[in-house]
């Protein structure tokens, strides 16, 4: 059974760091395309960031580049995302997902994705 739990979440400062962890099971994480989604108040589900399967290349929305950096521990099959310097407009509802079907390639569309975790609130707020 395919299953991805985020942790990590809370309430930072502005400026202020988080590490989101997405430990997976019933699959290999380093197989497949894994993305880190969030969806703010009001605010439409949107890609934060993505590693592909095997090469583990990652990808960056605009919003994040040089703040967020993801990774993957294969020992663990577990994927992180740390966030640094923090704004108050990164305040969301942070999701893992996998796209199993499509392949190990990085896409930004939430459609593509197959299973996704429950979610981890990070606020931003002093």
């Known amino acids: 059974q395919v299953q991805l739990v985020e942790s990590g979440g809370g309430l930072v400062q502005p400026g202020g760091s988080l590490r989101l962890s997405c430990a997976a099971s019933?699959?290999?994480?380093?197989?497949?395309?894994i993305g880190w989604f969030r969806q703010g108040p009001g605010k439409e589900r949107e890609g934060v960031s993505c590693?592909?399967?095997?090469?583990?290349?990652?990808y960056y929305a605009d919003s994040v580049k040089g703040r967020f950096t993801i990774s993957r521990d294969n020992a663990k099959n577990t994927l992180y995302l740390q966030m640094n310097s923090l704004k108050p407009e990164d305040t969301a509802v942070y999701y893992c997902?996998?796209?199993?079907?499509?392949?190990?390639?990085?896409?930004?569309?939430?459609?593509?994705?197959?299973?996704w975790g429950q979610g981890t609130q990070v606020t931003v707020s002093s």
């Open positions: 997902a996998a796209d199993i079907s499509t392949g190990p390639a990085c896409t930004w569309y939430a459609d593509d994705y197959d299973y």
């Open positions: 019933g699959f290999t994480l380093d197989d497949y395309a």
């Open positions: 590693i592909t399967g095997g090469d583990g290349r990652s």
